[in-house]
């Protein structure tokens, strides 16, 4: 069973042109798929032209996006909050129309979408009350979005968890579909998530050693819901931590995160690829 990273950003990778050599050894660790993940209009489209012109399809019905490596590629989009501007409806009025026509591959979720308070200005208290409410109001029109075509949402969440929920809650949207990606709350918000039928993934953090709290919150949620990330180029695992990420590394989270879960590696592969295909329907 191969592993699945169900968050990374390729499109460094790709305009470096190093796409297939690192797709290369994503496969040689061990990977069978990842999802890469839109933040901005730049990159919802080279993902959507990624995916389609590496679809192969002899792969089945439909067509699997799959480069030549053999590593099936899938793509999401969605306005990150960190790129949230005071020109964010008319960006977030563009994705919809992602999951138009039949020609293309549509994404298999909306994200990533949510709130981001350490990002704001330090030194200007106003302007950064001002950039929230707009990262607030387009995260309350993707939330409807994502309610209306019922389709999986990807959850950035730094420092404004519980507003995040908040608003999850207040658009009616089914909590099974939605994940928290880069889980490094604890295990008290994790029961949060589980309560409602939520779930968080989990990145090289799990790795670290001060992470304890993470590792915590990954128990708390039990094998069964596990879905792990690479959130590539960022948070590298041990023990490469220091250099910049990519989806080949999973293997070193997915090792480490079987001995936490006192499981063999192999057992570990399985529930993450299966929970990854049921939550991505992929």
Not at 36 to 58: F, H
Not at 165 to 190: K, N, Q, Y
Request: charged content about 20%.
């Amino acid at each position: 069973m191969g592993l699945i990273d169900t968050h990374t950003h390729l499109d460094s990778f790709a305009r470096r042109g190093e796409l297939p050599v690192t797709l290369t050894r994503a496969r040689e660790a061990g990977l069978e798929a990842l999802v890469t993940i839109g933040t901005d209009t730049d990159d919802w489209s080279l993902y959507r032209d990624l995916a389609t012109s590496s679809r192969q399809e002899s792969a089945g019905a439909g067509g699997v996006a799959t480069t030549a490596t053999g590593v099936a590629v899938h793509y999401t989009v969605g306005l990150h909050p960190c790129s949230v501007g005071e020109d964010w409806a008319g960006r977030v009025g563009q994705l919809e129309g992602f999951w138009g026509g039949a020609d293309k591959p549509h994404p298999v979720a909306l994200g990533e979408i949510g709130l981001d308070r350490f990002h704001l200005p330090k030194d200007n208290p106003a302007e950064a009350e001002k950039i929230f409410g707009w990262q607030q109001a387009a995260f309350t029109w993707q939330l409807a979005l994502a309610a209306r075509l019922g389709c999986p949402v990807v959850i950035h969440s730094r420092g404004a968890f519980q507003e995040c929920v908040d608003l999850i809650d207040a658009a009616g949207l089914a909590w099974s579909r939605v994940v928290f990606h880069c889980f490094t709350e604890g295990p008290l918000e994790m029961a949060g998530l589980i309560g409602r039928g939520g779930c968080g993934s989990f990145t090289g953090v799990i790795t670290y050693k001060n992470a304890e709290t993470v590792r915590a919150a990954a128990l708390a949620q039990g094998l069964d819901r596990l879905m792990i990330e690479t959130d590539a180029p960022y948070l590298t695992p041990m023990p490469h931590r220091g250099k910049p990420n990519e989806p080949a590394y999973l293997r070193h989270t997915a090792e480490f995160t079987a001995g936490v879960f006192g499981v063999g590696y192999d057992r570990l592969a399985e529930v993450t690829t299966a929970n990854a295909k049921r939550f991505f329907s992929i």
